[in-house]
């Protein structure tokens, strides 16, 4: 609690710099509010008068009286005819701008690109957290080179052998901030070795690879992409020095890169003696297809292997690795220490640690039939209540793509759900070419059956009220929510 002070403060700390580009005016208030915010002027004291500051900070009394009249203004401070200006006497006195008011945020938010923060195993990362911070030697806890601990370079090449069939020994593994480092350190490596040109899918994720290729420098040439992924007729066509493939679940639209194209895209590489970036970023969830194993098994020579942690752990954690042709190991290990002289050790053991117990594994069966019934409560609601949205990339993954009939103004569907309290993203921003097929991106990773249920009834709502109001669906008393298309 604040206690009122009626004694004159001697000393109001205000120190003048003349040759900045503040004015001395505003020094003087921001000093001020300073001093009464950290209760350094109490409240109810009083300042000295302005001709004598002024005197003492030897400037005019004008400027001194304009900050006090400010601080009054804005309530700091009190002025009383034929008293001292006193620090106004209680904080709740103090007129700050009103602050604008708490945006509600979405009601539902079919935001991708997460995952379910609330299952993260705590107490199981607590306990490796632990295990290794007891008995990990001193010497981890020093100087790291650019690759990462041992543990988990071991670790991690027998789990993607094992799981992702990657060709990979330890000496190949180097533990990164994430794809989004890792990316970045491929994209860093390439541009010092001559680089021009870098292929990527279109459309594509746009917040890594793709704006980090032009700070570069590389011309980035958009190859198309179907339901079985990308053209690799573009992308022979592309004269690209490294194409960047999400192969075992497309991001956005969520297709599989058939056997033929992946030899193909490999087969290319090898004849222009070009590299691929492999983002493995959501394999890991799959729910009625086979699997499918990651390209850089059939080619670990041309084929760049890149994972993280993001969309099965936690990306909080920001913990991802490269699997390295060995030609590029020291270069990128180079770069990556440059970048930051490694990433933090007690996580990479910790994770190293949860790899070997198996833990790893234990996350993932328990979360695949988690996420797989939010994606057959999405399914179901879409045909419940917008059967004329088409569902694709449902096969695996964290988030689905529903195609919108033609004349529905991709734009405009999103700006209505938003409306109607429904967060979920078009596909048009990731298209490097525009126009393309409208669609959405709906996530459903991190809300339950019931909220996606809600969100998809939301959203019916939503287009219906963009669809013409014809006669036939009003006389007959449809429902809200229902209309020609959404249902
Ligand atoms: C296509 C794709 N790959 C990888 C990632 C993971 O990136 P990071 O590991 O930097 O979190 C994301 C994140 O949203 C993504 O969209």
Excluded at 387 to 392: F, R, V, Y
Aim: without cysteine; hydrophobic residues 40%; aromatic residues 6%.
């Amino acid at each position: 609690m604040s206690t009122v002070n009626s004694g004159l403060v001697h000393d109001l700390l205000v120190e003048l710099d003349r040759t900045g580009p503040l004015p001395l005016h505003r020094q003087i208030e921001s000093a001020l509010r300073e001093g009464i915010r950290a209760g350094r002027l109490p409240f109810g004291s009083s300042i000295p008068p302005s001709r004598r500051l002024a005197a003492e900070l030897g400037i005019s009394r004008g400027v001194v009286v304009e900050a006090y009249d400010q601080l009054v203004a804005e309530g700091y401070l009190v002025s009383t005819p034929g008293s001292y200006t006193r620090v106004a006497a209680a904080p709740e006195q103090i007129v700050t701008e009103p602050a604008a008011p708490p945006s509600p945020g979405p009601r539902i938010d079919f935001g991708y690109g997460r995952t379910d923060a609330a299952s993260f195993p705590r107490a199981v990362w607590l306990r490796s957290l632990k295990r290794v911070l007891t008995t990990a030697p001193h010497d981890r806890l020093n100087y790291l080179d650019g690759y990462g601990v041992p543990e988990l370079r071991k670790s991690l090449a027998d789990y993607l052998t094992r799981v992702r069939g990657v060709s990979a020994t330890p000496s190949q593994v180097l533990i990164t901030s994430g794809f989004g480092q890792a990316g970045a350190l491929v994209l860093q490596v390439l541009a010092d070795r001559g680089g021009k040109r870098i292929a990527v899918e279109d459309p594509s994720a746009d917040d890594d690879i793709r704006p980090l290729a032009v700070r570069h420098g590389f011309e980035v040439v958009p190859l198309p992409v179907t339901a079985d992924g990308v053209s690799v007729e573009a992308l022979e066509r592309s004269d690209a020095d490294l194409v960047m493939l999400t192969p075992s679940h497309q991001w956005p639209l969520g297709g599989v890169l058939p056997a033929e194209a992946r030899a193909a895209v490999v087969r290319w590489a090898r004849t222009t003696g070009a590299l691929v970036l492999e983002d493995d970023y959501d394999a890991e969830y799959r729910y009625d297809r086979a699997p499918v194993g990651a390209v850089q098994g059939l080619a670990p020579d041309v084929v760049i292997y890149a994972g993280s942690l993001s969309k099965t752990l936690a990306p909080g954690l920001r913990l991802g690795w490269l699997v390295l042709p060995p030609h590029l190991t020291s270069a990128v290990a180079e770069a990556k220490l440059l970048a930051d002289r490694g990433s933090p050790a007690i996580e990479q053991l910790a994770f190293a640690d949860f790899l070997v117990r198996g833990e790893f594994d234990r996350q993932l069966r328990r979360m695949r039939p988690v996420y797989r019934r939010r994606r057959d409560a999405l399914l179901a609601a879409l045909a419940e209540h917008l059967p004329d949205l088409e569902p694709t990339g449902i096969a695996a993954g964290l988030h689905a793509v529903a195609w919108l009939p033609d004349d529905l103004d991709e734009h405009a569907v999103v700006t209505a759900a938003a409306d109607h309290g429904v967060q979920v993203a078009g596909i048009a921003p990731y298209r490097l070419t525009k126009p393309g097929r409208p669609g959405l991106i709906i996530g459903y990773s991190s809300l339950n059956e019931a909220q996606i249920t809600e969100g998809i009834r939301l959203l019916a709502e939503a287009i219906t009220t963009m669809l013409p109001a014809t006669s036939a669906t009003r006389a007959e008393g449809t429902p809200a929510g229902a209309g020609r298309r959404a249902r």
